[in-house]
């Protein structure tokens, strides 16, 4: 487990999601999306930086890290949004920071163009800003 960090699990969208949260609750609430391949852990550096500012939630997506699998091999974009909706509304974050790379970036613009009212602010790191059909 990375230094601040405290390791937790939520039951979202039927699967047991595994996230690391950094900070108090008392800061405005900041949601990490790693990308294909990665874990929260891709997050540690950053999120412990900006811990004395937020409170930092970054979880493993479906079939990464410490996640459950899909147990009908369902790894779409789409289903990836739904799980991020289901995460943040089992948290009960109603409006969030939302940092996401690669393909967590790319899941982090499909979300926000769905869920506007929920998202304070969105950076994307590493896709660019096309969205494919």
């Known amino acids: 487990m990375s230094q601040g960090s405290r390791s937790k699990f939520v039951h979202a969208n039927g699967l047991r999601f595994h996230y690391l949260e950094w900070g108090s609750e008392d800061k405005p609430p900041l949601v990490l999306l790693h990308g294909v391949g990665q874990t929260c852990h891709t997050w540690d550096l950053f999120a412990a930086a900006m811990a004395p500012h937020f ?35 089992s948290l009960g974050l109603d409006s969030f920071f939302l940092i996401g790379m690669s393909m967590g970036g790319m899941n982090s613009m499909m979300f926000t163009a769905s869920h506007a009212e929920r998202v304070r602010a969105l950076v994307v790191v590493d896709i660019g800003p096309r969205v494919e059909r």
Request: avoid cysteine; hydrophobic fraction near 35%.
């Open 55 to 89: 409170h930092v939630m970054a979880f493993d997506q479906r079939g990464h890290g410490d996640s459950d699998w899909s147990p009908d091999r369902e790894y779409s974009r789409a289903m990836m949004v739904n799980d991020a909706a289901a995460f943040t509304s």
